[in-house]
């Protein structure tokens, strides 16, 4: 019961350690374009609200370039514009929409930590040295607990520029709650290909922005060579920013492949 | 849009050929950046579970030694430094003996990479030797401590080496896709219906391939969401009916159909 082998394999679930690799692959077989467009976009940054949207259009456009290319349908850049330019301003809502959720979570970890510390002040005072313990075990539960549960947010939402990109017919609000829909079947293998990307960059990231911020905290303020190394590290996290940014959006193309993959089953057919 | 369909994406991905001792040629494909990483993340998470444990004990030790002996007085600083250098040479050993044991232990595979669903071979495709496995294990330390070199050699080189894999002579691939597992839930009404289509149908028209993907959706329903599986289910069996010539339409539903000839192809073969 062996495969045909000059028959090609439909196209199989992704694990999660490949999905991650193929954003690489995707990134490095495409560098020039995706870094420019890269570039483009953290300098379109500088200018408010129309330049943020550019920003997250162009993150978009390169989502979709990745996701074309695994249909075998691979595009240049003027005909993914196309496609994504005219919905320019959805794309910056499906940001704040993404933004104000993110943020009120941010806020009710912030609270929750600071009530857990009062606790855990508290549980030190009346029982001394083992309260101390409880205390500092019950913070750290908290503080682990809120970074799980905002990843599983995150997760939630990392694909949801890309419907926007690559289908007809839908607005920002449905491509958003697409990616809700997609990826909750699938919420662990989301989270692990979140937090394996994440230390895939960390090597960039920490020479980009680590770095140059450490040499700043030696030196003082107010001086020039604070100065001139505040201006280095500025360029150098946008320059950081701008090689990790083509991986991030090369792989979230991938997954909302994978999984649309997984969903829909399109891959099945007899002969 | 139309969501089209495409060759596995795993054609992407670097493959090697290695010939084997017994002249057998092999095509494998290689782990990747991100099977590593993950490989790697799990095995340092279970090892930072055991040092945790280890210094606790360490910790008990190191009270029950100053403890036990009043007559110390000023010299139990020597001691805790002397019972640190020890400690800090047992942790050292803890990481490196991982490795090296899992790696020859379990057939190039530690916890991390079985999760991952790699394994480290020798360049012939003989399994690792265990001074392979210690020279990786020394070198992953550098690999990752001298600014994850080992990373950026994984992902710009062909093979995909490391400096650990580069001294000592290893590929780490991925695991062949292995055939599915047999037991695949089946209803009784499928078994029921097996035995009827086994006389009353062409079994023998259905092509492997045909099978294949019968199984393949079959493992896949779970997965699929309910407006794709109503779809596909009543298309394939509407397909793998005129292929086996069956004339009568079965009563079941399409899904328990295509049960059935799973069943009664797999009886057959």
Not at chain 1, 80 to 92: D, E, G, N, R, V
Not at chain 1, 240 to 250: C, D, E, I, R, T
Not at chain 2, 136 to 153: M, P, T
Request: proline share 3%; aromatic share 12%.
């Amino acid at each position: 019961m062996t495969r045909n082998p000059s028959m090609p394999e439909p196209a199989r679930s992704l694990s999660v350690g490949n999905v991650v690799s193929m954003g690489i692959i995707l990134y490095r077989s495409h560098l020039k374009t995706y870094l420019q467009q890269a570039m483009f976009a953290y300098l379109w940054l500088l200018l408010p609200i129309y330049g943020w949207a550019k920003f997250y259009e162009i993150s978009a456009r390169i989502s979709r370039l990745a996701v074309m290319e695994l249909m075998s349908k691979p595009e240049n850049i003027s005909s993914a514009m196309k496609h994504t330019q005219p919905k320019l301003w959805s794309f910056l809502g499906i940001a704040w929409r993404i933004f104000y959720r993110l943020f009120g979570v941010y806020l009710l970890w912030y609270l929750a930590i600071i009530i857990l510390g009062a606790i855990a002040g508290v549980l030190a005072a009346f029982l001394g040295g083992l309260g101390m313990v409880i205390g500092g075990v019950i913070l750290l539960a908290g503080f682990i607990g809120g970074i799980v549960f905002i990843v599983r947010l995150y997760s939630q939402w990392l694909i949801a520029e890309v419907p926007l990109a690559v289908e007809t017919g839908i607005n920002g609000k449905q491509s958003f709650q697409r990616s809700s829909e997609l990826s909750k079947d699938a919420i662990s293998h989301v989270q692990w290909v979140v937090a394996i990307a994440f230390l895939v960059t960390l090597p960039t990231i920490a020479a980009t922005s680590f770095i140059p911020f450490f040499f700043l905290q030696r030196l003082e303020e107010g001086t020039l060579a604070y100065t001139l190394t505040y201006i280095v590290y500025l360029l150098s996290s946008l320059i950081g920013g701008a090689l990790v940014l083509p991986f991030w959006q090369s792989l979230k193309g991938v997954l909302y492949y994978n999984l649309r993959n997984q969903r829909e089953g399109i891959g099945l057919r007899l002969r | 849009m139309e969501f089209v369909p495409t060759v596995s994406a795993m054609h992407y991905f670097n493959r090697i050929t290695i010939q084997t001792p017994e002249s057998v040629e092999l095509q494998l494909t290689l782990a990747g950046i991100g099977n590593r990483t993950l490989a790697l993340f799990v095995d340092y998470l279970i090892i930072l579970a055991t040092l945790i444990i280890f210094w606790l004990l360490w910790l008990v030790i190191w009270i029950f030694v100053l403890s036990g002996s009043t007559e110390w007085g000023d010299s139990w600083q020597d001691i805790t430094i002397w019972l640190l250098a020890v400690g800090a040479i047992g942790s050292f050993v803890i990481q490196t003996c991982y490795f090296v044991y899992f790696e020859v232990a379990w057939q190039g595979r530690t916890p991390g990479k079985r999760f991952a669903q790699i394994r480290v071979i020798q360049q012939d495709g003989r399994r690792v030797t265990i001074q392979q496995a210690a020279l990786r294990s020394l070198l992953l330390n550098i690999d990752v401590g001298f600014w994850f070199i080992g990373a950026i050699l994984i992902v710009l080189t062909r093979q995909e080496k490391r400096l650990g894999d580069w001294v000592a002579g290893t590929l780490v691939i991925q695991d062949e896709q292995r055939a599915a597992p047999m037991s695949l839930a089946v209803s009784e009404a499928a078994q029921i219906l097996a035995a009827e289509l086994t006389q009353s149908a062409n079994l023998s028209k259905l092509l492997p391939d045909d099978f294949a993907t019968i199984r393949e959706y079959l493992q896949r329903r779970p997965y699929l969401s309910a407006e794709a599986k109503s779809r596909l289910n009543v298309q394939l069996a509407r397909q793998v009916r005129k292929i086996i010539e069956l004339k009568r339409v079965p009563s079941s539903s399409a899904d328990v159909f295509l049960e059935a000839v799973y069943l009664a192809y797999q009886q057959q073969h």
